[in-house]
């Protein structure tokens, strides 16, 4: 595998790995991995209005839901990905995209898998 692929595929494992850890901390201790202090003490991040503004509560049993499953299926992409099964190439530009509403975390990180996934594609 390319150095380039190595970096995608870090950068997707981050997103994805935190999608899982959060999702799973909020479903079993019942709320997001938040700032215990500060000015953002409590408060989630910019994603979270995001999500209310299509009418998602975020921090809904739905919401945290989608958080571990799309961790999880993202992860398994990733393992295809490293694989190089044929179909990985396009699901992995797919969750990355998907991954743009996760301000800025997601976004950030996604942004930059994208244009590596087009650029480096072979």
């Known amino acids: 595998m390319s150095a380039i ?3 995608i595929t870090v950068l997707a494992l981050l997103v994805a790995s935190w999608f899982v850890i959060d999702g799973t901390i909020a479903l079993t201790k019942g709320d997001y991995v ?7 003490a409590g408060q989630l991040g910019p994603w979270s209005k995001l999500v209310k503004a299509i009418g998602i509560e975020p921090r809904s049993t739905l919401m945290k839901s989608i958080f571990l499953v799309y961790g999880i299926i993202w992860i398994s992409v990733i393992i295809c ?8 190439w396009m699901a992995m530009m797919i969750l990355a995209i ?3 509403w996760y301000l800025p975390f997601g976004t950030l ?3 930059i898998q994208i244009i590596l996934l087009i650029v480096f594609r072979k």
């Open 98 to 100: 998907g991954s743009l």
């Open 81 to 88: 990905y490293i694989l190089k099964l044929n179909w990985s």
């Open 109 to 111: 990180l996604g942004i």
């Open 34 to 40: 938040t700032p215990k202090s500060g000015e953002y």
């Open 5 to 7: 692929n190595w970096i």
